[in-house]
């Protein structure tokens, strides 16, 4: 597809890791996104030249088609398109070029599910510590559990039908929009420091009768070395 620079159909934006690790130059345009999933390739043009067919085409639809309008006494949108219907395919028989080979080089469009997914605006936003999602100034509550994996983003697809769609990967999600953030329930309030006194273990208190602290009273002026050897300070 042959496409001038336009923001439309190339991004602005400054190239991510994502699209380092993907071997691109530069980030994708939602545009270019659903193209490369078709296999359709992207050329922009660079020079007003290289679009001349199609800037004499739209020549075409803003000098002649208006004269043909006024004179086929189209007054209304609905006149105009019942006007279209006719005046194109008359207009294509007449320009039209004969292709070189008759054969159909078309490939065969995916299933509509697919399609669908691939047509649909798709944005990554980060999964919150409660469990929420911000698209577009909104607020989304997950009702998904997370059996171990929790994600740290979340697809968000807008359908042609205008539905959104929050996924993981490829699994849609249940979610619910809400008017504001869950609030966390406030934490108990932390004793002042130096409030509680320090309590010493009784004398017969079971961490008093452990093994190692008569071992640590039997060794306590011994010298040990941390190898195979015996203890050098025995005997002397």
Do not use: C
């Not at 545009?31 to 030249?49: D, K, M, N, T, W």
């Not at 999602?133 to 059996?147: C, E, G, P």
């Not at 968000?156 to 959104?164: I, M, Q, S």
């Amino acid at each position: 597809m042959y496409v001038d620079r336009h923001t439309t159909y190339r991004s602005p934006g400054k190239r991510t890791l994502v699209d380092e690790l993907a071997g691109r130059t530069r980030p994708q345009s939602q545009f270019e996104r659903a193209l490369e999933a078709l296999g359709v390739r992207v050329i922009p043009a660079y020079s007003p030249q290289a679009k001349g067919r199609i800037e004499r085409l739209f020549g075409t639809y803003q000098d002649r088609l208006i004269k043909e309008l006024r004179l086929a006494g189209a007054k209304t949108r609905e006149e105009a398109n019942a006007f279209l219907e006719a005046y194109l395919p008359s207009y294509n028989r007449r320009f039209s070029v004969t292709a070189q080979s008759p054969l159909d080089l078309h490939r065969p469009a995916p299933p509509r599910p697919v399609l669908h997914r691939i047509l649909a605006m798709r944005e990554t936003h980060a999964l919150r510590n409660d469990n929420t999602v911000q698209h577009q100034t909104k607020t989304y509550l997950l009702h998904d559990r997370w059996n171990g994996h929790r994600p740290k983003t979340i697809q968000a697809e807008v359908r042609l039908n205008g539905k959104l769609y929050l996924l993981d990967g490829d699994r849609p999600l249940r979610y619910r929009g809400v008017a504001e953030r869950p609030r966390r329930a406030p934490a108990p309030p932390r004793p002042p420091h130096g409030s509680q006194r320090r309590r010493t273990p009784a004398p017969d208190h079971p961490w008093r009768q452990f093994d190692y602290v008569q071992r640590l009273n039997q060794f306590k002026h011994r010298t040990l070395l941390t190898s195979r050897t015996e203890d050098i300070s025995i005997g002397r």
